[in-house]
Every structure is written in structure tokens, then in C-alpha cells.
């Protein structure tokens, strides 16, 4: 392993505009980050601990650069408080380092690694390589549901990647289709119980230039229960998630995971110390599953987390906060303070 060393000057800009009043608001903002090459993708030096399986960096390559595109608009809609928005986000990125894998036939000298590769083997270096970039679209409606103090959130969207690589010598490129749609509703029905629900289904549909294709559909559904007050002194907070996915590739896989999480605590101490017992994965089925295509492969990969366990905690506030004002609320969600008239 021989020292090296290789500078770059890597510049780092953003713009915005921002402008908002009443009813509507928007912002536009462009942002140029960059990511230099590591030591491995560039130092020059030969890994044969595999004589016919080579690795090398390339000491030519070039620092790449991430455009980033945003663009963001919301309108309040009538008098009944409803929203619209737009996200739009958009990147190029110029110069992405990628593996790429060349084969010799005969025995080759390699003059800039100083190193004579046998026949039949291979050697993985890094390129740079154009063409990257991709774009995702939301569009989101926001409305109150005043009978049951609550918010309800629809947003709808579509995501777009165009990736080249290299399978071997040669060059090829993934395209990426993924629309979604999601829901959320959040209910503050009293001061001291909150609800909240969503849903999120979307579909994942990935192609490349030699006929790889990876289809997987994915459907998720969440409830989080909060009761910030029992007896006075009591709290308790639970969270159920399930996520169903089914894979339309090679494998036909269909996986289901369901996650229950339950917390319940007891304020002591004058209420600067907290004591609660924490149970996760109660259902004792936290799994997940993702596919993912890549160069020339699809890889599925199934994770097992730790199944049911308990913890018991304690937590202490010694701090002491200040304040000219009292704190009052008045559903649940929103905080008003008045001035405490006579108190220093």
C-alpha cells in the first residue's frame, strides 16, 4: 500500500427565490454539490490476492458533479383552509464513477499499473461515465375534517431514474418507473388523544438495455395511537405497521410483515422524571423485502430484525426552563401562549 495523494478543487454553489404571501407561496432553487473520487477508485495500484479476479483504482478519474433542480408551490383553495401543492425535484449529475470490468484473452501488460495480467483473468477499475440523472414529481392536497379535529393528507406522484454503467466493457443503462399515491389523516379528537393513519401504495418498475426487468409492487398501511395523558400521571403510545410486497421478477415473491410497538410510561419526580416499559415487535413478524436491480443481476434481500423484546427506561430532566408566558391548548394541535401578568 503506497502513499498517494491527488487534489481537487470542488466548488459548492446555491441559488433560490422565494416568494410568498396570503393564500399562496413558491421556491425555485438550483444547488451544484460535488464528490471526489476515494483513495480506493483512484490509487494506481494493483489487488492480485486473485491473479485471474484483478483490482485497480484510476488515477484519472474526474470529481463528479450533482445538479439538484427544486421547485415548490402551494395555493390555499377557498375559504374552508384547503391546499394544493407541487414538488418537483429534479437532478444531472456529470462525471459518475462506475465499476467497469475489462477481460483479456492473452496475457497484457499494463503499463500504467506496471503489472502483466495472465490470460483469462479479468481486471475491475473505475470509469466515468454520462448520461445520469433522474426527476420526481408530487402533487399533494391538504383539507380539515373540523367535525373530528383533523387533518386529511392525499398526495399522488411519480418518480423517473435514467442510471448508466458498465455490464463488463460495455455500457448500458437502467430506466426506473415508480409511481405512488398516499394517504394520511392525522385527529387530534381530544387534548389528550391523537390518531393518525396512512397508507402508501406504489409500484416499482425497473428495465435495462439487456433486457433485465425487476417489477415489484408495494403496499403499506400504518396506525399510531398517543394518549398523552392517563390519571394524570400515565401515557401510552402504540404503532402498528404492515407492508405487503409482491414481486412480479423472476422469484414471484409475495412477503407480508406486520410490526406492533407499545409504550407506556408514568411521569415521577414532580414530573422531571419519567419511568416506562417499552415492547417492540409484539406480533414477533418484523421482516422486510427489497428488490433492487444492478448491472447484471436482480437481488432480492429479506431482513430479520431481533422478534419481540422489552426494555424498561428512566429518564431525567434536570434542566429548568423560564418563562414569561403560560402555555394553554386548545384541541390538542395548536399551542397559544398569553403573557402571565404579574409574574417575573
Not at 3 to 23: L, Q
Not at 114 to 128: G, K, M, R
Request: charged share 15%; net charge positive.
Amino acid at each position: 500500500m503506497d502513499n498517494y495523494r491527488k487534489t481537487f478543487i470542488s466548488p459548492t454553489v446555491a441559488i433560490s427565490f422565494v416568494h410568498t404571501d396570503i393564500t399562496k407561496s413558491w421556491s425555485a432553487a438550483y444547488r451544484l454539490h460535488n464528490f471526489a473520487p476515494n483513495i480506493v477508485q483512484l490509487r494506481p495500484q494493483i489487488d492480485n490476492s486473485n491473479p485471474y479476479m484483478l483490482r485497480s483504482g484510476n488515477p484519472n478519474l474526474k470529481q463528479s458533479y450533482l445538479h439538484s433542480f427544486l421547485f415548490n408551490c402551494n395555493r390555499m383553495l377557498g375559504k374552508h383552509n384547503h391546499t394544493i401543492g407541487v414538488i418537483i425535484n429534479a437532478s444531472i449529475r456529470q462525471h459518475s464513477p462506475v465499476a467497469k470490468t475489462t477481460y483479456y484473452n492473452a496475457e497484457t501488460y499494463l503499463p500504467e499499473l506496471q503489472y502483466t495480467a495472465p490470460a483469462h483473468s479479468s481486471l475491475i477499475s473505475f470509469e466515468n461515465v454520462e448520461g445520469y440523472w433522474d426527476i420526481k414529481g408530487k402533487l399533494i392536497w391538504q383539507a380539515p375534517i373540523r367535525s373530528i379535529k383533523s387533518k386529511y393528507t392525499l398526495s399522488t406522484g411519480f418518480n423517473y431514474e435514467h442510471n448508466p454503467y458498465y455490464i463488463g466493457e460495455n455500457k448500458t443503462t437502467t430506466r426506473t418507473y415508480a409511481p405512488l399515491i398516499e394517504h394520511f389523516l392525522l385527529c387530534n379528537l381530544t387534548k389528550r388523544l391523537k390518531v393518525t393513519i396512512s397508507a402508501n401504495t406504489h409500484y416499482v418498475h425497473s428495465i435495462n438495455t439487456e433486457n433485465y426487468t425487476g417489477k415489484t409492487f408495494y403496499q403499506t398501511a400504518g396506525a399510531m395511537l398517543d394518549i398523552s395523558q392517563i390519571c394524570k400521571y400515565f401515557y401510552l403510545s402504540s404503532h402498528y405497521n404492515f407492508i405487503f410486497s409482491r414481486d412480479y421478477g423472476i422469484n414471484k415473491e409475495i412477503n407480508r410483515n406486520h410490526t406492533l410497538n407499545l409504550n407506556v410510561g408514568c411521569k415521577v419526580l414532580n414530573r422531571k422524571g419519567d419511568i416506562s416499559i417499552a415492547a417492540y415487535d409484539l406480533l414477533n413478524s418484523h421482516r422486510t423485502f427489497n428488490s433492487q436491480m444492478y448491472s447484471n443481476y436482480i437481488q432480492n434481500t429479506w431482513t430479520n430484525y431481533y422478534g419481540r423484546f422489552f426494555t424498561i427506561n428512566f429518564a431525567y430532566r434536570f434542566g429548568k426552563v423560564k418563562s414569561n408566558y403560560e402555555g394553554t391548548t386548545n384541541d390538542g394541535s395548536i399551542r397559544e401562549y398569553r403573557p402571565m401578568s404579574g409574574k417575573m
